[in-house]
């Protein structure tokens, strides 16, 4: 399995500001997800995060609001930018794939970011 | 869009069994049916999943029907510390996997 870890746990930000959250991983892995869950909701899926390259992003989400970046195998890092009260949200990253180390077949998720925007 | 249907919430007494449906018509032959918790908006947590075969761990049992379009997952002694959002997904472990709303359990005294 994989052991997940992100910071900040949590944070209360000011609006128009931005804030960035790292996601670390025990082992190398080829696949790295950023999700956020609204409160109340499900978890919706934000991005790909390529490692070397340009993250893929889902419908309703861009670049310029959420910044990804993944220098390496078992790091990534989300940005949300210029916030508003509307992104206060959980986010979590997870990750799937093989482990250089051995396979598996399943994802592992983080413990999530918890954001407020004031 | 999800791939998956389930109820929205199911109630269950603790000691007993609770089987928890999912609908998956539309998956793929390569794809998996995963099954994950969330309890207090902690981080999902992976419960277990399958191809084809029925499944069993320490956690809980996956039927998985022979036209694999529908599953259940099996918690054989409910606990209240059971009580979660479960969610079923179609996907595999090398792409994104797309949350559906999940099933609400709420085991009871």
């Known amino acids: 399995s994989a052991v997940i870890s992100q910071k900040p746990s949590r944070d209360i930000c000011q609006r128009g500001t931005s804030l960035t959250i790292q996601c670390q991983v025990d082992?190398?892995?080829?696949?790295m997800f950023w999700y956020r869950q609204q409160p109340g909701q499900s978890l919706t899926l934000i991005a790909t995060a390529n490692q070397g390259s340009e993250a893929t992003y889902e419908s309703g989400f861009v670049i310029d609001k959420f910044p990804i970046s993944r220098p390496n195998l078992t790091f990534s890092t989300l940005t949300v930018s210029n916030m508003s009260p509307e992104d206060s949200s959980i986010y979590l990253c997870?990750?799937?794939?093989?482990?250089?180390?051995?396979?598996?077949?399943?994802?592992?998720f983080g413990p999530g970011t918890r954001l407020t925007v004031l | 869009d999800a791939k998956t249907t389930q109820p929205p919430s199911m109630d269950c007494a603790e000691g007993r069994a609770a089987n928890l449906p999912c609908n998956h018509s539309?998956?793929?032959?390569?794809?998996?049916v995963y099954w994950y918790r969330q309890i207090h908006s902690q981080g999902p947590q992976y419960i277990i999943h399958?191809?084809?075969n029925n499944e069993t761990n320490e956690m809980a049992s996956l039927i998985i029907t022979e036209d694999r379009k529908s599953s259940t997952l099996i918690l054989p002694h409910a606990t209240l510390r059971d009580t979660a959002v479960y969610y079923c997904i179609a996907g595999r472990n090398t792409d994104k996997l797309i949350f559906g709303t999940g099933t609400r359990l709420q085991v009871f005294p």
């Open positions: 082992s190398q892995v080829t696949m």
């Open positions: 399958g191809l084809k």
């Open positions: 997870s990750v799937g794939g093989t482990i250089l180390a051995g396979a598996f077949n399943e994802q592992f």
């Open positions: 539309t998956i793929s032959g390569n794809e998996y």
